[in-house]
Structure formats: C-alpha cells, structure tokens
C-alpha cells in the first residue's frame, strides 16, 4: 500500500560494473538511488499533457493521514525570471491520487507573458497546511520542449579556487554568471 503497487528494476549489483542499478557494489548511492527516495516519497506531485493542450496535474499521498495544502505552479524563463505563479487547495485522503489542476499549458504561458514553449518551463510544488515556513514536501518539473530546443545562455563557468583540504578532499569555488558554487566532497 505504500507505493501502491510500483517497483523498479535494479537496486544493486552483483559485481562491480558500469550498470543500470541504483547503488554501487559496496552499497554506495549512485545518482538514480537519490531520485528513487523522491519518487517513491510518500507524497508525489506529476503532470502529463495530452494531446490538444490539455494539461492535468496529479497529487499522489501514500501518507495514512489526510492531506491538506495546496499546489504551487510557477513558470520560470530559462533565465531564471519568475514569469507566473498560480496556487490551488487541496486535499487528499489516504492513500489517494488525484488531479488537482486540470488546464491548458497555453493558458499558463499567456498568465506569464511567455511567448515560446522553448522559452519557459514550470515547477510544480506541494506544499502541506501549516508548515512555517511553508516547505515543499513534493516537486516536480514540466519542460514545455525537449531540452535540445532550448537556447541557454553561456554560463561562463570558471574555477576560482581549488584547495585540497586532505589526501582524499579538496574544495572547489566555482563561479558562473555571479552564481557561486562551493562543492566541499569528493571521493
């Protein structure tokens, strides 16, 4: 009842190996065992687009309690510009799958002045009743285009510092376009 019925296909190894699994020989994570813990939480937000512009997003509760909140849509350039936002309530009994926004991406880029499919996507977030502050239990992304079609910008990615703090670990300044990145692990 926990995942309503879904499994994956490979949790381990039996050899070390560049494999489809999720975790390495010794037990390590790789980086789909990471995605499998969000996809298999026990509230899960998904949409789908049908043919002719119709577009449903889904909220998915595993939890043994009702579940009240709301659903967050936000249209994003690829700039990173917040073009729109629209909420919708909700709540589910356990465990429960329903839709909760059932409307047209068209209708999404017009609220936001996006002009282009290959210009913007949209975040979708749940957020649970009550929580201060308000924190995402679920998220989920809906690219509008295959991400081969997207015109990104340069990121002028350039490393600033490297500093290895022991035999096994360094730590690395990168910046790109005034975003700084600190990466402190490596193995």
């Keep these: 009842q926990m995942t309503m019925g879904a499994l994956y296909w490979q949790l381990n190894d039996i050899w070390q190996a560049p494999t489809w699994s999720s975790t390495e020989y010794g037990g390590r994570w790789k980086m789909l065992h990471y995605f499998v813990r969000q996809f298999f ?3 899960l937000v998904s949409s789908f687009e049908y043919p002719e512009d119709h577009y449903e997003v889904h909220v998915t509760s595993d939890l043994m ?4 909140g709301y659903l967050q849509v936000t249209l994003w350039s690829y700039a990173g ?14 465990p429960q ?5 059932v409307t047209t991406i068209s209708s999404l880029m017009a609220a936001g002045n996006c002009s282009a499919r290959k210009d913007c996507f949209l975040t ?14 679920a998220q989920n992304y809906m690219f509008l285009t295959p991400l081969g079609q997207v015109q990104l910008a340069d990121p002028k990615v350039r490393v600033t510092s490297l500093t290895q703090t022991s035999e096994t670990t360094a730590t690395v300044v990168v910046d790109a376009n005034s975003v700084r990145i600190i990466c402190t692990h490596f193995s």
């Design 41 to 43: 939480a026990p509230v």
């Design 81 to 94: 510009a917040r073009m729109g936002v629209s909420s919708h309530a909700l709540t589910l009994n356990p």
């Design 124 to 137: 979708l977030d749940v957020f649970t009743a009550g929580a201060a502050p308000p924190t995402a239990t």
């Design 97 to 101: 799958s329903t839709p909760v926004l």
């Design 65 to 68: 309690q009702p579940l009240k």
